[in-house]
């Protein structure tokens, strides 16, 4: 057992199976399993959860008791082009596993988004307030929430907001890169809402398997505190001058949403409340701040760590 596990929690050595392990999510859990000495199964495209056989015969031969689910088609733009393909992912894959775990007495975790709500309020969202979503990615988002819901008791369903980590496309790199590459950066500062640090969600994930939980339902989880998209652009650009990420600094413009066009209309203040998963599973919340300099961090170890060929030196 990882000295990290709470005490009375149960030893894993099998069981764990992490879908979308390829994804930036999907491998932050992937590290956070493994440093806990963790046997655990992964996949990613090869085992397609949009069609069921393949999710059965890949199940087959193992003894599962708990799927982490982080297969997602998460390209909000597109989805407004593309709804058929969001659909197919977020909606019928999810309830392709959710009927899986039912079938094979597993529990399911999966993930959903903020983009569920049409951030059209003052307050925090709740779990219980209705969605609304304006995007068809959003939609495709809330149609795997309630399919999930229809096959499945035992669920955990964690609505999260504005997701960075060290692997994969996120804002945080999008920024560094304009940073790194353009004179001035223009950023909306009209949508509000709260980060969420994939490293932290991934080690509140491995302590809800860790301690077998069965405190089912919907929560909300993110990082403690409200900014705008330029607010994080603007302690981004900040920190990663501290930490000689970036070499110059260069001008923040503040923008409206209206000059900056997107295809997929966002919410303009989709702030969760996570009060419930702290006090339900424990989860522990950090400052978005304190948060974003520990990516960088994290960040600074993988550039130090890493082998020019690609593996670990």
Known sequence: MSVADPPGAMRLETGIWLVGAAGMLGRQLAGEFAARGWAFFASDREVDIRDPRQLEATARSR??????????????????????????????????LARLAGEIGAKLI???????????????????????????????????????????????????SWLYGVHGPNFVHTMLRVFAEQEKARVVNDQFGSPTYAALLARNVAGLV??????????????AGVISWFDFAVAIQELALQTGMIVKKIPV????????????????????????????????????????EDFFAEKAWHAAHEDPHGGRA
Do not use: M
């Open 63 to 96: 003894r599962i008791a708990w799927i982490v689910n982080c297969a997602a088609f998460t390209a909000v733009d597109r989805a407004e082009d593309e709804p058929e393909a969001a659909l197919a992912v977020n909606a019928l894959g999810v309830e392709n």
């Open 210 to 223: 860790a301690a077998d939980s069965e405190r089912f339902g919907t929560y909300h989880y993110c990082d």
């Open 253 to 292: 413009e503040a923008i409206s949403s209206r000059e900056f066009t997107t295809r997929a209309q966002r919410p303009a203040r989709s702030v969760l409340d996570c009060a419930k998963v702290q006090a339900e599973l424990g989860f522990r919340v950090h400052p978005w701040r304190s948060n974003l």
């Open 110 to 160: 999966h993930f959903s988004s903020d983009y569920v709500f049409a951030g059209d309020r003052d307050a925090p969202y709740l779990e219980l307030d209705e969605p609304n979503p304006l995007s068809r990615y959003g939609w495709s988002k809330l149609q795997g929430e309630l399919r999930l819901a229809s096959r499945l008791d035992r669920h955990f369903l964690l609505r999260v």
